[in-house]
C-alpha cells in the first residue's frame, strides 16, 4: 500500500510554455500533499505544502504565481509550472501523507522537467 | 533549511560498517526520517526517530538525540547496492519536512 504515481515522468517544453504536472495516492487518502524541486547532486527543496480543499503554503522564494498548485480532491495535487524557463529545468518530486502530523511521506517517482 | 548538515560525500568497502551523521537545529522538532535516494530516483524511506536511542532494522539502524540536535544512520555489512544518496529529513512544527543536502555513499568492492 501507499503508492503515490506522477505524470508524466518527463517532459521537454519550450520556454514560455506552461507544464502541469499530476500526482496521485493511489491506495490511500492523503490529507497533505507536498512538492518539491531536486537540482542534480542537490537535495530536495520543498517547494510548497498542498491540503485537500484549501490554498497551497509555499515556502519562501517560491513564486506562487509561477507554480500554481491545486489539490482538488484527496487523491489528486497537480502542480503547474506556468511561463516555463530554461532555469525552471529541474526534477520535480510530489510527497503525500495519510495523516496531519510528523508522519512518514509517500514520494512519487518524480517528474523531469527540462525547458528548451 | 533549518541548518540541517550532513557530510557531502563517504566511501566504505563493502561487508564494513558506516556512520552517517546528521545534526539540525532543535526549536520546533517533530521527528527524524532517513531516505535513500538513487540517482534519478524517488527517496525511499528507511526509518523514522521521535524518541531518543537506536531504532533497528534489519542491516540499517538509526539513532537520535533530541537534546544534542543528532541523529545518525549506520549501515552494516554494506553491499553494493548500498551506493547511494542518503537524506536526513528533519519535521517541524507537525508536517514541514526539510532536507538536509544529503551523503552519497560510494561503496568498493
Known amino acids: 500500500g501507499a503508492v503515490v504515481s506522477q505524470h508524466p515522468s518527463w517532459v521537454i517544453c519550450k520556454s514560455g510554455t506552461s507544464v502541469k504536472i499530476e500526482c496521485r495516492s493511489l491506495?490511500?487518502?492523503?490529507?497533505?500533499m507536498f512538492w518539491y524541486r531536486q537540482f542534480p547532486k542537490q537535495s530536495l527543496m520543498l517547494m510548497a505544502t498542498?491540503?485537500?480543499?484549501?490554498?497551497?503554503?509555499?515556502e519562501q522564494g517560491v513564486e506562487k504565481d509561477k507554480f500554481l498548485i491545486n489539490h482538488a480532491s484527496l487523491t489528486l495535487s497537480t502542480l503547474t509550472v506556468t511561463s516555463a524557463h530554461p532555469e525552471d529545468s529541474s526534477f520535480y518530486i510530489c510527497s503525500a501523507q495519510r495523516t496531519a502530523g510528523p508522519y512518514e511521506q509517500y514520494f512519487g517517482p518524480g517528474t523531469r522537467l527540462t525547458v528548451t | 533549511g533549518q541548518n540541517i548538515d550532513q557530510p557531502t560525500e563517504m566511501t566504505a568497502t563493502e561487508g564494513a560498517i558506516v556512520q552517517i551523521n546528521c545534526t539540525y537545529q532543535t526549536s520546533g522538532f517533530n521527528g527524524l526520517f532517513w531516505y535513500q535516494q538513487h540517482a534519478g530516483e524517488a527517496p525511499t524511506f528507511l526509518s523514522y526517530n521521535v524518541l531518543d536511542g537506536l531504532e533497528e532494522k534489519g542491516r540499517f539502524s538509526s539513532f537520535l538525540s533530541r537534546s544534542k540536535g543528532y541523529s545518525y544512520l549506520l549501515l552494516k555489512e554494506l553491499q553494493m547496492k548500498d551506493s547511494a544518496s542518503y537524506l536526513c529529513?528533519?519535521?517541524?512544527?507537525?508536517?514541514?519536512?526539510?532536507f538536509g543536502s544529503g551523503t552519497k555513499l560510494n561503496v568498493k568492492p
Open positions: 491506495d490511500f487518502q492523503a490529507t497533505t
Open positions: 498542498s491540503n485537500e480543499g484549501s490554498k497551497a503554503t509555499y
Open positions: 529529513a528533519v519535521v517541524y512544527n507537525f508536517n514541514k519536512f526539510y
